[in-house]
């Protein structure tokens, strides 16, 4: 079963390049350029993992995640030096980031969820 994983930026040609990089058999990926799809995508398909940029049109990183109901692993990703991150994330990725590396974190994040609390 491939990891639904989403991201949400407003920068077209990062969503194109994401999209592109990490589009797979295991990993079933949907982007979004616009907040309002992206959250209510998330909300009636409870993917995996959320990358949700901070700096978005209408609203910022985290109005977004807060907006979405999942219990999704969110991991916001930032440019921005001064961004503190919200509790509604799991996880922060500052831009510029590694495609690879944003692979590898998908796995491992996938795997980590999965285990049992210990």
Do not use: W
């Amino acid at each position: 079963m491939p990891i639904k994983v989403v991201y949400i930026d407003d920068e077209e040609m990062l969503c194109q390049m994401f999209k592109e990089y990490l589009h797979s058999d295991e990993i079933n990926l949907a982007v979004f350029t616009d907040e309002e799809p992206g959250i209510e995508y998330c909300n009636n398909n409870n993917p995996d993992l959320i990358f949700i940029d901070y700096r978005l049109k209408k609203q910022n990183g985290v109005e977004v995640a807060k907006a979405i109901a999942s219990d999704s692993i969110k991991i916001l990703i930032t440019g921005e030096l001064d961004v503190t991150m919200d509790a509604c994330f799991d996880h922060k990725i500052e831009k510029p980031y590694r495609l690879a590396d944003i692979k590898n974190f998908i796995i491992e994040a996938v795997k980590m969820k999965a285990l049992p609390n210990q």
